[in-house]
């Protein structure tokens, strides 16, 4: 019976939607007998999905995507049990239902953009093709980033149990929707938070950044002893490809891609603060976002929660090491996180508590707090009623950049990582030289590698690449493996001490977990294979 059960909800995921999970302001996006003939209602619910649930990128996906990173740790104060502690600590198994309600979650993207996309295809609509291809990329780059190779579902009329692709031929089948969306989407957004080719083009840097680092610093370490059988190996390996292009390839493809949204219509807005306030939003969208998920005044508690994507305002507390990246006058700290303490009782929301502190307690008391409200006394609680991005013209600069010093050019490189450094340095338009100067002096890495990517972890905070980016570097164990648990003062650091000292171990003990494991619900009932290291239950 409990087989029959979960055989049932499988097929629900793949041949239904959800009401909840595609509600807009306006209701004909809902999937209905009514609408299953228009490629462009099917399309919006491909969108709509990423606001739907809490496992959406309101919350758990967020968790996933920073956690186990070297940028935030678990709020040990408040927990030291459960799965969100698994999820945060490396202590997760197949059973935590975290991972399995995001695995559903991705899914039911994938079927969404399917639907959009077999319509469109027998309509001849391409540029809505182009778009549904474009989000049935991402809800799979998002997969094979976290689980390594998965089933890859084409059509709405798949076998649901199509057995797991490996990760090459997933991270090629992305490339290919990505393609087609960059050759076929719009020039500009059809309405706000649509995506468009530069969209396709920003994503296609990011996975040719993936593969081409992936391969050359070795990410297969993390499997080493554990996956001895080929048909197990090649489902989180990035060696032995049939595809030949080479690294040096791949980082030719990320400038070649990179450069088409650098030299298009993007541009910095000049308030770093902007990206993440309510009363910054249009300005953002009109000349920095690429992607972003749009909130709903009328479907709140499917947007983000209040000063993030997730609930981290608690849960999570930044590390020692994160913090210790910025220099005080760069304008992005303030809008990182704050003191944990009560100022004006006029600025609580509910139990969240409205922050513009810039200093950071010596003890770790500290908060992450980087979307917020304009006004704190907000008729809308805890829930934001701003957009929040998901790719933003700088990571872009900050990938060319990348691309450009792996392909021989580290002037070229420099320069455009000056210009998201001076964004940083400014008031307004204006760039405050003495600033720019006292950041770049400390800054300043000899390994122009790894200043970039510390210059990435301070731009792109808690926006969900920091564990993507320590992986495809190489550096995942090792910042792991040099987070303190203790204060600056040398003291035992309450809040993120204990959290810190179970990812070290956890990962220690058992390394495969850099990839998360396959639900075990689905290795049961459609016969996966599991993920290396990780026992059948």
Partial sequence: MKDCKIIVLLLLVFTTFSCEDYLEPNPESLVTP???????????????HLRGSNESWKITTMMYLIAGSDEATQNAKRTQSGEEWGIATFGYNTTNTMIRDVWTFLYGGINASNHAIALSKKLNKPKIEAEARFMRGFYYFTLATLHGGV????????????????????????EEDWKFAFENGPENPVMAGRTTKYTAAGFLAKLYLYIGGSQQNNVDAAIEGVASVPEVKKLVSFKDWSDTRTPETYFQLAEQFASEVYYGRYSLIDNYRDNFRKSGEDMARSNEWLFNIEASDLHLNGNPEAFNASKWEREFVPTYEFLDLYVKKDTRIGNIGSKAKKKDPTIEIGNHIFFEDTSFDSKGNNRINKWRKDQALDLHGRWLTMSVPLLRYSDVILMLAEAKFLNGD??????????VRERASSVGSEIDQVVLEEMNTAYFKSDFMEELMDERKRELAFEGYSRIDLIRTGKFFSAINSLTDETSAGEEWEMGGPSIRAMKENLAAHPYRMWLPIPAEQVSVARYIQNPGYPIE
């Fill in 34 to 48: 009514e609408n299953m003939d228009d490629p462009e209602l099917l399309l919006r619910g491909a969108y709509e």
């Fill in 151 to 174: 089933p890859i579902i084409k059509t709405p009329d798949d076998d649901p149990f199509t057995q797991r692709a490996s990760l090459e031929e997933v991270l090629l089948f992305i």
């Fill in 410 to 419: 580290e002037t070229g490189a420099r320069d455009l990582l000056n210009e």
